[in-house]
């Protein structure tokens, strides 16, 4: 009895050390973001977490915290050079804080479109910028789509240059931003962003510049007769690793970190570009009128602002020339 008992608990025991063994070797990959669930980023994380746990045959498992649950971008990024995050994606320009390199992204018309803006990112120029990101402990994986940033207002309708006169608008607390968009005449105005919404229906403000995509989210068209496609800074998703965390894969995994990687890519881009068309066509109906810029208006306005681009170039360094090189108007 004492031998079956014994050999009972022998094979309780090598059941458990076979279940324990294939937990542990089972990597987990921590991915935050800071944006919500229904946003596209998330989604092509989403696309990425399938990808990566097919191609393994579930010997990597992706957890994804949206919504600001492992922080905004600041503590993302912070969070991968100290190893409490190992993948992440934040907008551009928010990493200037870290590395110099990364205020190329303050660029006003810096693109014309999205197909040139891939064809600079997926190239030479775009990997270039990537590699800026490794001596602060981040590997740079690829970008994402985040959108060009367009104006609403509540004034008037902004279809030339001098339309912008004296329009008084919210921007980020950025010197680079905040001279560009007094050279074209209008009257930026720094404030925080969750105080945005208030101001515009009060009219405290007269407008704005973001994303489509969070002109439709945030409802500033509700308070906002106009939107102008002006498309005036591209900044987008930077896909990022851990830098250790993604040199203490294996080969086999980083093989499939990198595939997930290359097809998630892709995947965003065209669900981000179509709710972006989704958007202007829902805000159109609610009775805004959309005013897409001309090409000519904007490369005129791209040349008024010279003391902007100075700016960056200061800031930003060897980058400035690295992007510069690979856009061609």
């Not at 006169?165 to 607390?173: F, S």
């Not at 409802?219 to 990022?240: G, N």
């Not at 972006?276 to 791209?302: F, Q, S, Y």
Request: charged fraction near 20%; hydrophobic fraction near 45%.
């Amino acid at each position: 009895m004492k031998s079956k008992f014994m050999s009972i608990l022998l094979a309780i025991g090598l059941v458990f050390s076979a279940v324990t063994a294939s937990a542990s070797d089972t990597l987990v990959i921590k991915v935050g973001h800071g944006v919500p669930e229904t946003a596209t980023l998330h989604k092509g994380f989403l696309k990425f977490k399938e990808i990566v746990e097919t191609r393994s045959n579930g010997s990597m498992r992706v957890e994804i915290y949206p919504n600001q649950q492992l922080g905004g971008d600041r503590e993302l990024t912070e969070g991968l050079q100290m190893n409490n995050v190992d993948i992440t994606a934040v907008t551009a320009n928010n990493l200037a804080p870290f590395t110099p390199k990364f205020f190329v992204w303050d660029l006003f018309f810096l693109f014309q479109d999205h197909e040139q803006a891939y064809e600079v990112l997926d190239g030479e120029a775009g990997k270039k910028l990537l590699s800026y990101l490794e001596p602060i402990g981040i590997k740079g994986l690829g970008y994402m789509e985040n959108g060009f940033r367009c104006l609403t207002n509540s004034k008037r309708d902004v279809r030339s240059i001098s339309d912008l006169g004296g329009i008084k608008m919210r921007v980020a607390e950025n010197p680079v931003q905040i001279c560009a968009w007094k050279a074209l005449g209008a009257n930026p105005t720094p404030m925080a962003w969750g105080e945005l919404f208030t101001a515009l229906q009060q009219h405290t403000l007269d407008g704005q510049e973001t994303s489509v995509e969070l002109i439709y989210s945030q409802r500033f068209y509700e308070v906002q007769k106009c939107l102008t496609l002006t498309r005036h800074i591209y900044s987008p998703f930077v896909f990022m690793a851990s830098l250790d965390f993604y040199n203490d894969l294996t080969d086999e995994q980083r093989s499939i970190i990198d595939a997930a990687v290359a097809e998630a890519i892709p995947y965003q881009r065209t669900l981000a570009r179509n709710m972006e068309a989704e958007a202007i066509e829902k805000i159109r109906a609610a009775g805004v009128t959309v005013v897409d810029v001309p090409a000519d208006m904007r490369l005129k306005m791209r040349g008024m602002l010279a003391d902007s681009a100075g700016m960056v170039k200061k800031r930003a360094g060897e980058a400035y020339d690295v992007l510069m090189s690979a856009v061609t108007h």
